[in-house]
């Protein structure tokens, strides 16, 4: 049976954005809907991104989506695509924007869509429902390029062993019979409850296919310099992410972005910025409590970090931000 679905964090998403009634924001990972239901009962204008197809059309029904002006607007296409969707709708400036990175429950839940091992499906672990699967990746590359994707995307020690066993193993085609081939590279006995028992070694390996799948760390440092040139003064970005990686990148971009890194080296002096900040000091991380951990285990590790807009230009050549 699937889990329903529960938006992660969603009160301090809210607390984030702070939406005033007919603000303007963009969820950009719009998913199954959760975070866009609270913005538009809080009396916001929300436009909808996801590039999964199904998403999309499991919300053409609702009634914020339908009329001559709609208080909802879907976009089907990639948030690192905002900016173009905004111009095109004749929006220059947003009040907000949410991201909520990673897979979404709606994916995960859904054995045909291929994301996880928990139900046998095809290996096919494509938001978009377009382009290369898993299963044209991991049966026609060679073998260092799959020891690269799974050690850079899921810092797996042992990207090696497991790609060898791959290539060994192929054709590959269900989502089984890579858990199976990536456990047995590893050792890893599935039928072991003890209480020590290590955490499921395949879990690794899925979360590095779907990111280079999908692009999704490419897909994140896109998105979030869209939405700075979007943000208008004292507008809200709060972004959700679920492992280190993505985590990493909305750290850095926003503590670039406000002028608070760290000196390079503690004898040298903190680095001098020759522009402004584009925004204020992010505050504190904010991870689940206990009461949203009992009720939703997989926002076990979700981190929520988030800041304001200043009224500085936004900055130009941001990719050297995650050189």
């Not at 029904?61 to 607007?73: C, F, I, N, T, Y």
């Not at 020590?196 to 760390?217: C, G, H, M, V, W």
């Not at 608070?260 to 992010?282: D, E, I, K, Q, Y």
Request: glycine residues 8%; hydrophobic residues 45%.
């Amino acid at each position: 049976m699937s889990m329903a679905h529960i938006p992660v964090l969603l009160d301090e998403v809210l607390a984030a954005l702070a939406p005033l009634r007919d603000a303007v924001i963009i969820d950009g990972t719009f998913g199954a809907g959760g975070y866009s239901q609270a913005l538009l009962a809080a009396g916001a204008r929300v436009h909808g991104f996801d590039r999964d197809p199904h998403a999309i059309a499991a919300a053409r029904d609702w009634p914020q989506a339908a009329g001559a002006s709609p208080r909802l607007v879907l976009h089907p296409r990639r948030f690192s695509q905002m900016a173009d969707a905004m111009q095109a709708t004749g929006i220059d400036k947003v009040d907000g924007v949410v991201l909520d990175v990673g897979v979404s429950s709606m994916q995960l839940d859904n054995a045909e869509r291929g994301f996880a091992f928990s139900q046998d499906g095809p290996l096919d672990m494509r938001m978009s429902s377009e382009g290369e699967t898993a299963a044209d990746f991991l049966n026609t590359a060679d073998e260092a390029a799959i020891a690269d994707v799974l050690y850079h995307y899921g810092e797996e020690r042992q990207s090696r062993r497991v790609a060898r066993a791959i290539v060994v193993a192929r054709p590959l085609h269900t989502t089984a019979q890579l858990a199976q081939v990536v456990r047995k590279a590893l050792g890893f006995n599935r039928n072991d409850r003890r209480s020590n028992a290590p955490k499921d070694p395949a879990t690794r390996s899925f979360q590095a296919i779907r990111i280079y799948i999908n692009t999704e760390l490419d897909e994140l440092k896109a998105g979030l310099i869209a939405a700075e040139g979007l943000l208008v003064t004292g507008g809200r970005l709060a972004v959700v992410s679920f492992h280190s990686l993505e985590d990493r990148i909305v750290k850095q971009f926003l503590r670039d972005g406000s002028n608070s890194g760290a000196a390079p080296s503690r004898h040298l002096p903190a680095t001098r910025h020759a522009s402004p900040p584009a925004f204020s000091r992010p505050a504190k991380a904010i991870r689940p409590g206990a009461g949203e951990l009992a009720r939703n285990p997989r926002a076990r590790s979700a981190t929520l970090r988030c800041a304001v807009r200043t009224a500085a230009p936004a900055r130009t050549h941001l990719e050297r931000t995650f050189a």
